[in-house]
């Protein structure tokens, strides 16, 4: 495999990698090094964060299960500091070395931050990232006064923010008019006018020339020697192309790093893309150009061939709330243009289309941006507009709807990710789409800025006609059949005593009518949790290695995992594994991370007949139910052991093995706190104390590594069951089916589980609850060994002999 | 060589249970069969088009479509496509029946 590395770990940046993963899968080994400490997060939502619509966890668009899923290596809070570009390797700040065979180049940009006194001084940041935004939040609950250098985009949406987090904010501007690259002078002034009665202060035509105060900053000094004060600013004048580690390098550098239409610098084997890079003597800064970019370079570096990029015309819009603009291509008048023109002072609406030669060169929309789409269109496609009427005409009536009825097919409906309107219809129609969330997912319209939402909606309620539900559009169904949550489903299965994954789907009126591999197995989930041991589970809702009862490998081929009570064995049962390993030619034989022994690379019609000559029972180790129990040896050998931690372990596995939970659920017991059996990273862990146990949750040794917390300390081991019988029924019946524990407890939140345990009434029934589900589970590699149907449905592999 | 159209028996209609897949293999050939709710039996190449492969017979079915049980791609039994947002094609096999026997044309 060639080797790909990639410095910067951003929006364009991961944007390219997702379009190469989508080209060609399989052709690179793929490195990413990021500075900052997180995965690929949305920039863009940093204004929203700011104004306290959204937060963290929520504009993460690549999780780091994302990079673990595509095989790519992260290093995350690591920085390149320099390319050989002769040895073809990156060498990070922590002096880590890669070789790459293709690198690409996506650092971004920087904040400009004034070259003046004072501008290093505590108080003063950009806004680019996490951490600038972490700092403005921290410093709202402490100091009142914000000063805001810069009146274009990034300015008033920072701005906007600190309002929202109660600061009083002056905006100091070189210029006359706010944001005078892309508004005229009209647009310009109602802007104004609507940003002061938000109760933004504006000081406009100051040039800062010196910020004040000892360690913090206290105030700003103007060129005419005003002064005001400040206790935060926020430069925000513009970014400056990051490109110093490929300057550096001997990389052509000009404002960014040149490229060609193939995004190819003029190193060989070395490309950038993104705020980093400069296209023609354009370095872009919104993410649809960036995007198209990524396109490109995708292409070029998988296939080899590549449409050549040729540049982009930009549309902008600015994220305040109460503030609907739009603005694209020329904004002033020059002697072959010609305007036309709306402007309705009293609404509080301006339109302008500059026009030359009978096309469109330029957008102005304020207060009504609802033919921004039509009209980009027009613009980018060149299209004639002789004899079109330009604006709608207001006096119609035509609703949304008509809107969109008469909106061509491929018009943009989504600028950051460039998705038309076909194809959003074709994935509502074709995938039988009826959330928001579902488009967005199946489409990526939405997945950036967000403003196109509100036209994805309308296409939504349009293409759906009568069945669209306005409500149910905007909440998040368990899947694309329905829109109902999972409370809802639960309470419908319960009020219409619902008894059967097949009469969920078809009462609860499923737009497909057998469902997917989401709803299913989550739907069977819920009714064996509902109805105790009255279910009788629906073993073709179960995705395939709980169907097989084995774990199916990437070959075909399943493996053989037996319990192993407590990771404890005999003698006798391992020479019979070595027997029945040997029989079959079992490719591998390995200790498993559960404290047992795997049999893999197992042909699916061997599974019966190897079941049946292990005759032991399954160890689950593919199910969303208890895997294992690790024990260390404990007070029986071990000369610290306060605590008989086999036996409990032993007793745990025997009792809770084979129940159904939402996901998967280890544990471990340690009969000391020097804790060999790792129990304070598995979903339930123990630890023997002297004259007791502890009962540790929701600790996690997987992706998202977490330790686990104390949820009390028991003195028997009678009692240790009482509490992890009713704590593994409580996160059952609330949590939602895919949730591991340490979500849950996340989500719900510890001290909201310790209350709802400590009621001995509420334990007891949750034992009861659960001691009546656990009655209904048969061993299920005895099942299959008894029962043909089940062989001949699941195991058999029918060879046919066409005689030649 | 001259191509000629066989007709191959496979299975007994009546055996086969709705919403399951069968894998078969015919000669080098190995061939996913599916019965849906509706009665009508498929026949697939028994390979996933994700790059990675892996087979189908195992995939969850929901009317007239397998899921793949490796990476969740939504392929139509009718014509093999797989379902956007994922692009690909599985080849089919013509099924015919005659009383309880299922043939595969190859
Ligand atoms: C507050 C705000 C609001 C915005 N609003 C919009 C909007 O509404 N619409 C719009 O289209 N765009 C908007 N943008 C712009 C958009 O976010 C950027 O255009 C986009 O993020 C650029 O992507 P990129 O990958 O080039 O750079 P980035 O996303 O900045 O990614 C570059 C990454 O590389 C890392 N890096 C740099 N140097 C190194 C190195 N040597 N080694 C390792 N890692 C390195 C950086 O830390 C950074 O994480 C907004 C930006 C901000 C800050
Ligand atoms: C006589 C006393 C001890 C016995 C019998 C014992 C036994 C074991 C055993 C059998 C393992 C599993 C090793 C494997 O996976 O192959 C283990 C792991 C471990 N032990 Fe101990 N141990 C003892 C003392 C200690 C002490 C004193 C500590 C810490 C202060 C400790 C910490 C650990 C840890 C953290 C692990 C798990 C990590 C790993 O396996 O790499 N043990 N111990
Ligand atoms: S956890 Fe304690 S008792 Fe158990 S094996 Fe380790 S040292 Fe011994
Ligand atoms: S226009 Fe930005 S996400 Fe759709």
Known sequence: MKKLVMIGNGMAGVRTIEEILKLSPEQFEITIFGQEPYPNYNRIKLSNILQGDTNFDEIIINPLDWYKENRIQLFTGETVVKIDVEAKQ??????????????????????????????????????????DCEMMIKSAEQYKKAVVIGGGLLGLEAARGLLN?????????????????????????????????????????????????????????????????????????????????????????????????FMETSVPNAYAVGECAEHREIVYGLVAPLYEQGKVLAERICVGEAKPYAGSVTGTQLKVAGVDLFSAGEIFEDGSTKSIMIYNEYDGIYKRVLTRNN????????????????????????????GVSIFQNECSGAGANDDIASMPNDELVCGCNGVTKGAIVEAIQTQGLTTLDQVSHCTNAGRSCGRCKPMVSSILAYTLGDQFDA????????????????????????????????EVMIVLEWNNEEGCTKCRPAINYYLGMIHLDE?????????????????????????VVPRMYGGVTTAADLKKIAEVAEKYNVPLVK????????????????????????????????????????????????RYGTQDSMALGIELEKKFERLDTPHKVKMGVSACP??????????????????????????????????????????????????????????????????????????????????????????????????????????????????????????????????? | MITTLTRIPVVNYSNLKARAGY?????????????????????????????????????????????????????SLLDGKVQAPDEGQVRTFKVEREEDIVFIVL
């Not at chain 2, 190995?30 to 017979?57: C, D, Q």
């Open chain 1, 591 to 638: 200790l498993t991370g559960g404290q047992r022994i795997g049999l893999f690379g197992v042909k699916k019609e061997d599974l019966p007949a190897m079941w049946e000559e292990l005759d032991m029972p399954s160890g689950y180790a593919y199910g969303k139910t208890l895997r294992t129990v690790k024990t260390c040896v404990g007070a029986q050998f071990c």
């Open chain 1, 471 to 502: 409500a149910a559009a905007q909440k998040t169904s368990i899947c694309g059949c329905t829109t109902l949550s999972r409370e809802e489903l639960m309470a419908e299965i319960k009020t219409k005593g619902l008894t059967s994954v097949k």
């Open chain 1, 674 to 804: 020097r804790n060999c059996s790792e129990a304070g990273i598995k979903d339930i862990g123990f630890v023997g104390i002297d004259g007791g146990w502890e009962i540790y949750v929701a600790g996690n040794g997987g992706v998202d590594l977490r330790p686990g917390d104390l949820l009390c300390t028991v003195k028997t081991q009678k009692d240790v069951m009482e509490m992890t019988g009713a704590y593994l029924q409580y996160y059952r019946e609330t949590a939602n089916y895919l949730e591991r524990t340490s979500k849950w407890v996340e989500r719900v939140g510890l001290d909201h589980v310790k209350e709802v345990l400590e009621d001995e009434e509420t334990r007891r029934a949750l034992n009861e609850r659960m001691d009546q589900t656990l009655k209904k589970y048969i061993e299920p590699w005895n099942e299959a060994i008894q029962n043909e149907e089940i062989q001949d449905k699941y195991y058999t592999q029918h060879t046919i002999k066409v005689g030649e």
């Open chain 2, 23 to 75: 894998s078969i293999k015919i000669d080098n050939t190995e061939i996913a069969l599916f019965k849906v709710t509706n009665g009508k039996v498929y026949a697939l190449e028994n390979r996933s088009p994700h790059p990675k492969g892996g087979v189908l017979s195992e995939g969850l079915v929901s009317g007239e479509y397998v899921y793949c049980p490796f990476y969740d791609w939504k392929i």
């Open chain 1, 90 to 131: 990156v060498i990070s700040n922590q002096g880590r070395e890669v070789e790459y065979d293709d690198l690409i180049i996506a650092t971004g940009s920087n904040s400009f931050i004034l070259p003046i006194p004072g501008a290093d001084k505590i108080g003063v940041t950009g806004f680019r990232d996490i951490q």
């Open chain 1, 535 to 559: 279910y009788k589970d629906d073993r073709d809702s179960r995705l395939v290695n709980e169907k097989m009862h084995a774990n199916i490998q990437k070959d075909g081929t399943y493996s």
């Open chain 1, 359 to 386: 096309l469109i060169v330029g957008i102005v929309l304020y207060g009504d941006t609802k033919d921004s789409t039509k009209l980009f269109r027009m613009l980018t496609k060149k299209e004639d507009i002789s």
């Open chain 1, 165 to 261: 987090l109660g600061m009083k904010v002056d905006v100091v501007h070189l210029m006359p008019h706010l944001m005078e690259r892309q508004l005229d002078p009209i647009a310009s002034s109602l802007l104004r006018a609507e940003l002061e009665s938000q109760g933004m202060n504006f000081l406009m035509e100051k040039e800062t020339i010196e910020i004040l105060g000892d360690e913090r900053v206290t105030g700003l000094r103007f060129k005419d020697s005003s002064e005001v004060e400040a206790d935060l600013v926020v430069m925000a004048i513009g970014i400056k192309s990051n490109t110093e580690v490929a300057k550096n390098s001997g990389i052509y550098v000009n404002r960014g790093i040149v490229v060609n239409d």
